[in-house]
């Protein structure tokens, strides 16, 4: 069985620190991003113009600069409240073994 992960295909900024954005099998849904503002790598979003920047890396991430990233696999999940092994059906069978 070969499993087709949900890719990142469309992120467009929002207000207040909040992604528009659209997966390979059709989710969409906006995603709060504002826990994560001024902090760390994301003390970048300070100049609010730089959270605009988004892209989709060549891996599906969203990425804002070299340092800035995050997993889309992630965003997935919280957009959906699914978990891991709902999406990875073969982490099931690991955690089973």
């Known amino acids: 069985m070969n499993e087709k ?6 992120a467009k900024p929002l207000e207040k620190y ?6 390979s099998d059709g989710v969409q849904g ?3 991003l504002s ?8 003390a970048l979003w300070n100049d609010y113009g730089q959270f605009e920047k988004v ?22 999940l919280k ?3 699914k978990k891991p092994e709902d999406v990875l059906p073969k982490l099931r069978q690991l955690n089973h073994a």
């Open 35 to 42: 826990e994560f503002a001024g902090k760390g790598v994301f």
């Open 79 to 81: 957009i959906t409240g």
């Open 55 to 76: 892209r989709i890396g060549s891996s599906g991430e969203l990425v804002w600069n070299d340092e800035a990233d995050m997993d889309g696999l992630g965003i997935y």
């Open 30 to 32: 906006a995603i709060d």
């Open 5 to 10: 992960i949900p890719v990142l295909v469309e």
């Open 18 to 23: 909040r992604l528009a954005v659209k997966f």
